[in-house]
T-cell receptor, first 111, second 112 residues
């Protein structure tokens, strides 16, 4: 079966650092994506990890541990505009490849 | 810039109506997807297509069908709309499964 877990909601303060965790159990693994979705808008791509380790991209970093079925998205120097939902998605293999999404984490950044 | 365009932002339909949701992408992507997004349930895959005239069922295909006659266009069809199909529908395309997916703006469908 497919199972992707993320916290439902998180709050943080402007300028702080926040870590959003994602654990997964899927039938096959071909990489993990993070997307950002502002309310009423389409999801937009943030990162893709297929090998273990940390990928840094400006204020955002994403980490993957395949043996633990675990990833996190790290957001530094939080800004108000970072208030959004963050979606973890796993590319599966076997049969046909597809992208399976978690339920998303809503992040609220306060002044 | 990749563009994925969905034909409507908002739709209101009556129970039992046949509903067509259209999606067009302009980047010659092989893969196209239809998801629905509901609070607390996240994005759930309805159908996807990896080539013209090819389609695969996703996790929740019941009550839906799809059509891909041209590479750039992927249509979602609700054969007989029901109130439990009230949702946000998102179309996406990607070059391959391991490359980023580009999403349309979504269609908020209300079935009354």
């Amino acid at each position: 079966g497919q199972n992707i877990d993320q916290p439902t909601e998180m709050t943080a303060t402007e300028g702080a650092i926040v870590q959003i965790n994602c654990t997964y159990q899927t039938s096959g693994f071909n990489g993990l994506f993070w997307y950002q979705q502002h309310a009423g808008e389409a999801p937009t791509f943030l990162s893709y990890n297929v090998l273990d380790g940390l990928e840094e991209k400006g204020r955002f970093s994403s980490f993957l541990s395949r043996s633990k079925g675990y990833s996190y998205l790290l957001l530094k120097e939080l800004q108000m505009k970072d208030s959004a939902s963050y979606l973890c998605a796993v590319a599966t293999i076997g049969g046909f490849q597809k992208l399976v999404f978690g339920t998303g984490t809503r992040l609220l950044v306060s002044p | 810039d990749v563009k994925v365009t969905q034909s409507s932002r908002y739709l209101v339909k009556r129970t039992g109506e046949k509903v067509f949701l259209e999606c067009v992408q302009d980047m010659d992507h092989e893969n196209m997807f239809w998801y629905r997004q509901d609070p607390g349930l996240g994005l759930r895959l309805i159908y996807f297509s990896y080539d013209v005239k090819m389609k695969e069922k996703g996790d929740i295909p019941e009550g839906y069908s799809v059509s891909r006659e041209k590479k750039e266009r992927f249509s979602l069809i609700l054969e007989s709309a029901s109130t439990n199909q009230t949702s946000m529908y998102l179309c996406a395309s990607s070059l391959k499964t391991t490359s980023e997916a580009f999403f349309g703006q979504g269609t908020r469908l209300t079935v009354v």
